[in-house]
């Protein structure tokens, strides 16, 4: 913005006495503003702020450098302006102090910063962590802007500040991770103020929105029979329609009606302070990280909302780390009309001419060449804004575990209570609590949800109704009796329950157990005997004495199997239906329905007395059988495959009381280990948390000591130079000049000679291998004639073997006299920079 002339500042500042009224009007609004007092709710803070070790804060947070000075004056400069231009707004937020009560410029207290986490790369992690982490303090008054805004590293560390700090620790985040994003001064409703959920409904009560799925269509065969004519009176069902749209549209009447009563019950009083209750939140626009739109984000709880939301009233003044802009639009209507185009002069004031000009400014044309270099001239006096003061943003480990202020934190909504707790706070693993009530006053519950991590028995959530006592558990895969979920009212066997497992875990493929005091139903999944449903009646307990024990047991009086089709058998024969009507010794078979048959083949047996104490074993008859057949064309079933057939049914029979005992053994065991599980919890620790497993920390420790003492053994190998040549001097303690030139001359001397000891050994290993090549060369020539091909390819072989290894040797030979002088010379400059020849050398 441009500074103004002198003549007008004294034109304009010119006093009437209605302005005079307007002043006194406002000073006696002010005076009653300042006497409404705020109530803080549980999620407020009211202690006083911890005071700052000013000896341990880097000193850019205690001093400001001659830029920040010059952005100080020029943030001052603008703030002069805008009251003479705008004296009925309020103040802007410009320079406010920081925690050590110096002022800096509120660009310059972001810290765009991408920290190592996840979570954090993206806006809404970054605003639920922020919400989380931190704790609100309110604005005094609230109508007023904060005298102090703390850097977002003293925030953080205290977990603690107003809206504006918060928005201030939001906004380096969603800058470091890419986002274009800004902080928004400005008014908003007193809920927003004030963090008041308790007429909101709980997000994790509403119902996900979850896609439909079309049924595939029934194909459309060609020939079918054609459905019966409907003899349905037309008129009568017209009548019908019309009654039930009538009674539809009553009953939706009757429910908004309640819903408006019960809206007008819980609607709060009118604020006295609407629209004048500051607030900071973050603006994100779009185009960065692929955000199609712009939309707001309330750092308070996390949450997005549209920029026409009704919830913001107004807005002052945005900024990021770059510039600042004023907002010249009208707020009479809230956000609905505003547009965040900050190019726009017309409609925003920035306070640096930087980035935004480019954004306005009209191409240059060739007629024009003054112009042009005026604006080169500008373009070199354009100021940039100052580096941030703040120092790096750093967020431990610990502090991301423990995500909330003393490990927990406690939020109210309608009906409902949230509480969330940071994992392995609690002994039990219980990480988020939510508690329903039935009543506004959150006094009677309604049922209790819980959700745990880290559990050993894998328990992920609980809910218990309190008006039924009904629990229901949800299960982590990895337990050993495959348990996914279990409804229960106690804990006690034989009573009502439902138990879903992990079918593809366990070996009988069982997917649900359903129980009650006399049934029990258990559905299977991909058995290798098609069974996928077996339903089980029992009658009162009796006593039963087995190995010499007396024991309560249900007996069994009907039991019933379904089995799906095997296909590599026919229908006729492959079993659909199985009924053990113990109490009446009877079975039931019933086959798979054949293609084109309306009728399915069934076999009915009793079964045959036992022997008793006076009484034989009753004999077989085809009496005993009865059944239909579909096809009369077959083959009816001997007397002997009858009887083989009810042999195997009774064993059969037996084979499935036994797997009914186990299912029931079962349900007593998980019922007994879920009483201790809950007794006595155990949390499970990575491998990869040093911090909790002692294992990993000592293998840790273990690590850094190896690596210790290995650099410790390199630092040992590495020997002096001077170490030999200071031995023959006696090891002086202190080096004359003479010693020094010595113990130089001496190691130049020895590493001469290592040197001409090398080449040597290097020549002479090729004049032996070049002499024993001439040998055999020789030989060669007297003995060529009489030797066999075998011979010859040996010969051959071992010239190009020594004649290879001769090259090696030349080559090794020029390449060390290429690099010997220049090896010579580094040692000469080492020594000539050696901590104890350097002062006598140099």
Known sequence: MEVLPEEDFEEDVTVTDDEDDDEESARNLESSLSNIRITPTVTHITKP??????????????????????????????????????????????????????????????????????????????????????????????????????????????????????????????????????????????????????????????????????????????????????????????????????????????????????????????????????????????????????????????????????????????????????????????????????????????????????????????????????????????????????TTINISPADMEMRYPGGMKVIEYRKAKLEKFAPYLLKDGLVTKLTTYKDLDCTQASTIKEWFKHRSDHLDERELHTDSNETTEHFRPGRSDALKYHRYLTLVPETERQMDFYSHIRTDGLARRIEKPFEMTETFEDRTDFLFYRHAVYGKQIKVIRAGEALEQRPLQRVEEHFHRDHSKPASKDVAERIFMVSDRRIQVTFHLEDERIIPAWLNFIKPKEAADSQKAQAFTPQMVSGFQVDPSTKPYTNLQLYEMLVELMKEEENVELCIRDSEKEVRSILSSREKEDSYTDLQISIYNPTRNETARLHMEEKERMAKEKKQRQKEKELDLLAPSQVRLGLPEVLTRQDALQLRTDCLNEFKQQLFNKASLIQSRMEKETEELQKKQQWYQKNYLTMSNEDEDDYLAYCSDAMFRIHVLKMRLIRHKERAPQKYLALEEKLKRHPRLASHLL
């Open 49 to 390: 702020r911890p005071r700052v070790a000013l000896s341990k804060c880097p000193s850019s947070y205690k001093e400001n450098s001659s830029q920040e000075k010059l952005m100080l004056a020029m943030a001052e400069n603008f703030r002069q302006q805008y009251v003479l231009l705008y004296p009925d707004r309020k103040a802007l937020l410009l320079c406010p102090v920081n925690e050590c009560g110096v002022q800096k410029f509120v660009s310059t207290t972001l810290r765009s910063t991408l920290l190592p986490y996840p979570e954090l790369y993206d806006w809404e992690g970054c605003a639920s962590f922020v919400a989380d982490y931190l704790s609100l303090e309110l604005l005094d008054p609230p109508f007023e802007l904060p005298k102090q805004l703390s850097s977002p590293t003293w925030v953080l560390q205290t977990q603690r500040g107003t809206c504006f700090d918060f928005s201030i620790v939001l906004c380096s985040l969603l800058l470091g991770a890419g986002y274009n994003a800004y902080c928004v001064s400005g008014y908003a409703t007193k809920e927003m103020c004030l963090l008041d959920q308790s007429r909101q409904e709980c997000p994790l009560l509403q119902p996900q929105i979850q896609d439909k799925i079309e049924e595939p269509k029934k194909p459309i065969k060609k020939y079918s029979v054609k459905p019966p004519r409907d003899l349905q009176s037309n008129f009568e069902r017209r009548q019908e329609e019309k009654e039930q749209a009538e009674a539809e549209a009553a009953a939706l009447k009757k429910q908004l009606d309640a819903e408006r009563l019960q809206k007008e019950r819980e609607r709060p009083p009118p604020d006295p302070l609407r629209g004048l209750r500051v607030h900071c939140w973050v603006l994100l626009l779009a185009g960065n990280r692929e955000i199609p739109e712009n939309f707001f984000i309330d750092p308070l709880t996390g949450k997005s909302y549209s920029t026409t939301n009704e919830n913001f009233l107004g807005i002052e003044s945005v900024w990021n780390h770059q510039n600042y802009w004023v907002n010249k639009q009208d707020c009479t209507l809230g956000c609905n009309e505003m547009t965040f185009d900050l190019g726009d002069l017309s409609k925003w004031e920035y306070v640096l001419c930087g980035q935004s000009l480019s954004i306005i400014s009209e191409p240059k044309t060739l007629e024009e060449p003054e112009d042009e270099e005026e604006e080169e001239m500008d373009e070199l006096k354009v100021f940039e804004m100052p580096p941030s003061w703040v």
